[in-house]
C-alpha cells in the first residue's frame, strides 16, 4: 500500500513512525523519512502544510531503531530510489544512455510525440540549485535502505513509472541504486 501518496512537495503526509501499527505490509517510498527523522522544525514546518524538501537533514541516529521496528513489523520497504536520485547516482550516465536507447528502440517508437521529451530527459544530468542537498540526501537515504537490509529487512525493487520514467528501464536502473547503496547483487536480483 502507498500508505499514503504525498511528499514534501504537497505538505501533510504520514510519517513512517506513524504507520507502524496500521497492518500496512510495504513501505512504498520513503517520504515519510523525512517527517519521522528530520528536525523538529521541519516536522513542525510539514505539520502546517509547507513544502519541505529535507532529505539532506535527516538524522541517521534515528535509523537503526526505526529500521528495527520495519523489519519486527515484517513491513517491506520500496524505496523507489530511482524515482527522486537518479540523477545524482554514479550510474546516471548510464541511466540516461539507456533512456535513450529505449526512445530509439521499438517501444520508443510508438510513445506519444508529447511524451518523448520528457522520457529524454529523465535522466539528465541535475541541474538545479540544490544539487549539493540533494547529493547529501540521497547518501542518507541509501544509509537507511542499508541499515534496514544489515537488520534482515526485505527491500522490494519497485520502480515509480510515470509520465517521465521509461517502463523497464526504471526496474534497471532500481536495481542499480540498490546495489550501489549497499545491497548485494544477488540481494537487488531478489527484491526485484
Known amino acids: 500500500s502507498h500508505f499514503t ?5 504537497v505538505g501533510l503526509f504520514q510519517g513512517t513512525d506513524e504507520i507502524l501499527d496500521t497492518g500496512i505490509d510495504t513501505h512504498v517510498h520513503l517520504f515519510g523519512l523525512i517527517k519521522t527523522a528530520a528536525p523538529p522544525d521541519i516536522r513542525d514546518r510539514i505539520a502546517r502544510g509547507e513544502q519541505v524538501e529535507a532529505w539532506h537533514l535527516l538524522d541517521a541516529s534515528k535509523f537503526p531503531a526505526l529500521a528495527q521496528a520495519l523489519v519486527d513489523k515484517k513491513m517491506f520497504l520500496n524505496p523507489t530510489l530511482g524515482a527522486e536520485w537518479a540523477q545524482f547516482s554514479r550510474h546516471q550516465e548510464e541511466f540516461d544512455r539507456m533512456a ?10 510508438v510513445l506519444p510525440p508529447e511524451s518523448r521529451p520528457r522520457y529524454a530527459g529523465a535522466y539528465a544530468p541535475y541541474r538545479g540549485e540544490h544539487a549539493a542537498e540533494m547529493a547529501e540526501g540521497y547518501r542518507k537515504v541509501g544509509e537507511f535502505v542499508k541499515e534496514f537490509v544489515q537488520r534482515g529487512g526485505k527491500v522490494i525493487a519497485g520502480a515509480d513509472t510515470g509520465p517521465t ?6 526496474l534497471h536502473v532500481e536495481m542499480r541504486m540498490l546495489e550501489e547503496v549497499g545491497l548485494t547483487p544477488m540481494q537487488a536480483l531478489q527484491a526485484a
Open 165 to 170: 520514467e521509461p517502463a523497464g528501464v526504471t
Open 5 to 9: 501518496s504525498a511528499n514534501p512537495r
Open 100 to 109: 535513450r536507447e529505449f526512445l530509439n528502440g521499438p517501444l520508443g517508437a
